[in-house]
């Protein structure tokens, strides 16, 4: 189902049949990743009230998860998506985030979450460094030590020097970040009645970005495919070097 967050909501809400196994069961998967304690609050939503915050944010990625789209969330610039995300699923708090920002109060960085509020160029840079530092630790720690922050050890940050290193955290990188995006991509691709979707993707992300991530990722994937062994790399055709006879 597509639809705004309260849509989705009363959606669920309506196939928990009070009373049976699935509905308790149901609802406490819901609590428990919202963070709510008191089943009376599920009840009030059930009415139609919606909640507000940040269980309101953690709630768009608890239906997500469900297999709704909510449109609230397409509407997100990729990165604060990202880090809605990391926030929903606990893998960093949103009191870090807030402190990381640098804004004046919480709400402005709920603001930001509900997609009612943009950020300057350095914010956002800081919301990259935390998504990319969170989706992979030692990605992070990498990125970290090159944009001058100090809290890598020199022992640590020193082992980052070769490219093998290198090359290996930024892949673990991608891997995590690839393995988010091909479901979306996949869901927008396959649906044959999601024409109108794709139109609006290709209207947000501009069709020039779409072009150059595909060339990126084709020729990202030849070189992959040719370190998977020597014999790999000669019959490749990048070496540029020619078999001796």
Same mark, same amino acid.
């Given at each position: 189902?597509?639809?705004?967050?309260?849509?989705?909501? @009363?959606?669920?809400?309506?196939?928990?049949?009070?009373?049976? @196994?699935?509905? &308790?069961?149901?609802?406490?998967?819901?609590?428990?990743?919202?963070?709510? +304690?008191?089943?009376?609050?599920?009840?009030?939503?059930?009415?139609?009230? &919606?909640?507000?915050?940040? &269980?309101?944010?953690?709630?768009?990625?608890?239906?997500?998860?469900?297999?709704?789209?909510?449109?609230?969330?397409?509407?997100?610039?990729? #990165?604060?998506?990202?880090?809605?995300k990391l926030i929903a699923i606990g893998k960093i708090s949103f009191d870090q985030v807030v402190q990381n920002l640098?804004?004046?109060?919480?709400?402005?960085?709920?603001?930001?979450? #509900?997609g009612r509020r943009g950020l300057s160029a350095d914010r956002m840079k800081k919301v990259e460094l935390m998504c990319?530092? #969170?989706?992979?630790?030692?990605?992070?720690?990498?990125?970290?030590?090159?944009?001058?922050?100090?809290?890598?050890? @020199?022992?640590?940050?020193?082992?980052?020097?070769?490219?093998?290193?290198?090359?290996?955290?930024?892949? +673990?990188?991608?891997?995590?970040?690839?393995?988010?995006?091909?479901?979306?991509?996949? @869901?927008?691709?396959?649906?044959?009645?999601?024409?109108?979707?794709?139109?609006?993707?290709?209207? #947000?992300?501009?069709?020039?970005?779409?072009?150059?991530?595909?060339?990126?990722?084709?020729?990202?994937?030849?070189?992959?495919?040719?370190?998977?062994?020597?014999?790999?790399?000669?019959?490749?055709?990048?070496?540029?070097?020619? +078999? +001796?006879?």
């Open positions: 189902m597509n639809g705004m967050t309260s849509a989705c909501l @009363k959606d669920y809400l309506s196939h928990l049949t009070f009373g049976e @196994k699935g509905c &308790v069961k149901g609802r406490a998967a819901l609590m428990n990743f919202v963070g709510i +304690k008191n089943s009376d609050t599920i009840s009030r939503w059930a009415k139609g009230q &919606v909640p507000i915050g940040l &269980v309101l944010v953690k709630l768009r990625y608890f239906l997500e998860q469900k297999g709704y789209e909510v449109v609230e969330l397409g509407a997100l610039d990729a #990165h604060v998506y990202q880090l809605g640098g804004l004046a109060h919480e709400s402005e960085v709920l603001q930001v979450l #509900h990319a530092r #969170h989706s992979d630790q030692n990605l992070g720690r990498f990125v970290a030590s090159n944009n001058g922050e100090q809290n890598v050890p @020199k022992s640590e940050a020193s082992a980052y020097g070769s490219l093998e290193s290198e090359t290996l955290h930024l892949l +673990k990188g991608v891997d995590e970040i690839v393995s988010l995006l091909l479901p979306r991509l996949e @869901k927008m691709v396959i649906d044959e009645n999601a024409s109108e979707q794709r139109r609006l993707f290709r209207e #947000h992300a501009g069709r020039q970005l779409v072009f150059d991530l595909s060339n990126r990722f084709y020729k990202a994937t030849k070189m992959l495919n040719a370190l998977c062994s020597e014999k790999a790399r000669e019959v490749s055709g990048i070496s540029g070097s020619e +078999k +001796k006879s």
